[in-house]
């Protein structure tokens, strides 16, 4: 099992940057596939951004392609999003995800949430 902690959100100006990051609790973080979702208010929750296990391969929607960048470090249990180039669009709940195979619909694993706000 893993339990997982975002942290990083909170505001910036269009064209900005921000770095979030996820900490996993255990140290079977690395057999996992993580990713983010993100959730604006009175909307559904948005797959962002996955990384497989090792960290070799990632995969983006075409929103944030180019200006996200997903990544992890297995030996400090944690993952992060960096975000640059940020759009008022991107508002929204960020969510850090972890599933045994893919997160991209269903992951099993959920943080907290953190809040990103893009406005000038």
């Known amino acids: 099992q893993v339990q997982l902690v975002e942290s990083g959100g909170g505001l910036v100006m269009p064209g900005g940057s921000l770095r979030l990051s996820c900490a996993a609790s255990g140290r079977i973080f690395s057999t996992y596939p993580m990713g983010w979702f993100r959730q604006a208010p009175g909307k559904e929750r948005e797959f962002v951004a996955e990384?497989?296990?090792?960290?070799?391969?990632?995969y983006y929607i075409d929103s944030v392609k180019g200006r996200f960048t997903i990544s992890r470090d297995n030996a400090k249990n944690t993952g992060y999003l960096q975000m640059n180039s940020l759009k008022p669009e991107d508002t929204a709940v960020y969510y850090c995800?972890?599933?045994?195979?893919?997160?991209?619909?269903?992951?099993?694993?959920w943080g907290q949430g953190t809040q990103v706000t893009v406005s000038s």
């Open positions: 990384i497989n296990r090792s960290g070799t391969s990632t």
């Open positions: 995800t972890a599933d045994a195979i893919s997160v991209v619909h269903t992951p099993t694993y």
